[in-house]
């Protein structure tokens, strides 16, 4: 937590540094609008810990996730860009069969981001932007068993990290006040401190267990590391006139 409010205090000076010295230029703000896809290179857990089990079937795999988010864009120079946002990657599950019982996890996650960016171009109507920043992603998970199985069933184990961003977006002005984007990069996020609440009040953190249900010193880790790509719209306020 103290990390976590460092890396926040710190974002929070640098913005307000940059605003102060920005420069009157075009298309200073601007909120997006997007949706996409996320590819994880390994799920980590909700993949690899069923398979340790003799006997196990998993099907369906935790690869992919649908995604949207929103985020205010903030240029302090003409070719430098804030971007500030949120992500939400929708429900993902990984299903499996240990013995005849069968389970599904699944899984969703949330994230915060600030990415400072450098614009190829900036004065056109087409651009290219490189940019790059810390994040702070939360994940939620579900592990159910229609037939109550020996691996333990829980809703709504949650847990954070301290990830980063990677992408470029390349822009088209469609007009003055509206642009559209098409982006692609790579995510840095891996959490492992993943716990729950119990019907008694009781916390847990969600470590590997063995068939039977016995709890091992192994942590469980889902990791969201990969590629994606997105659209989106960008609604610029109080353009220029003259671009």
Same mark, same amino acid.
């Given at each position: ?23 009157? !230029? ?5 909120? $997006? ?12 857990? =909700? @993949? ?17 996730? =649908? ?10 120079? #003409? ?12 429900? +993902? ?11 599904? $996890?699944?899984?969703?996650? +949330? ?9 190829? #171009? =900036? ?10 920043? =810390?994040?702070?992603? !939360? ?5 159910? +068993? ?6 333990? $069933? /829980? ?34 996020? +891996? ?9 008694? $009040?009781?916390?847990?953190? @969600? ?7 016995? @709890? ?10 990969? *590629? /994606?790509?997105?659209?989106? *719209? ?10």
């Amino acid at each position: 937590m103290r990390k976590l409010t460092l890396a926040l205090a710190a974002i929070i000076v640098i913005l307000m540094f940059s605003a102060s010295q920005a420069e009157e !230029i075009y298309h200073q703000r601007a909120i $997006e609008i997007k949706g996409g896809l996320a590819y994880f290179l390994d799920a980590g857990d =909700p @993949v690899d810990w069923p398979k340790t089990f003799v006997g196990s079937n998993v099907g369906d795999e935790m690869l992919y996730s =649908p995604a949207f988010g929103i985020s205010v864009l903030y240029r302090t120079h #003409n070719n430098f860009v804030w971007n500030l946002g949120y992500n939400y990657m929708l429900s +993902s599950s990984t299903n499996y069969t240990v013995g005849v019982t069968a389970y599904e $996890e699944t899984v969703s996650a +949330s994230e915060i981001y600030a990415m400072a960016g450098f614009i190829i #171009n =900036p004065s056109g109507r087409l651009n290219l932007s490189l940019t790059t920043g =810390p994040t702070l992603t !939360i994940a939620s998970m579900d592990r159910i +068993s229609p037939a109550a199985g020996t691996l333990r $069933e /829980f809703y709504g184990a949650n847990g954070k990290s301290i990830g980063i961003l990677a992408m470029a977006n390349l822009e088209y002005l469609l007009r003055n006040d509206l642009g559209i984007k098409l982006g692609a990069g790579f995510r840095g996020a +891996s959490i492992s401190n993943l716990g729950f609440v119990d019907s008694n $009040e009781q916390q847990h953190d @969600v470590m590997w267990t063995t068939p039977a249900g016995a @709890v091992t010193p192994s942590s469980y880790t889902i990791d969201f590391s990969g *590629f /994606f790509a997105e659209f989106g *719209f960008r609604f610029y306020l109080t353009p220029k006139d003259n671009w």
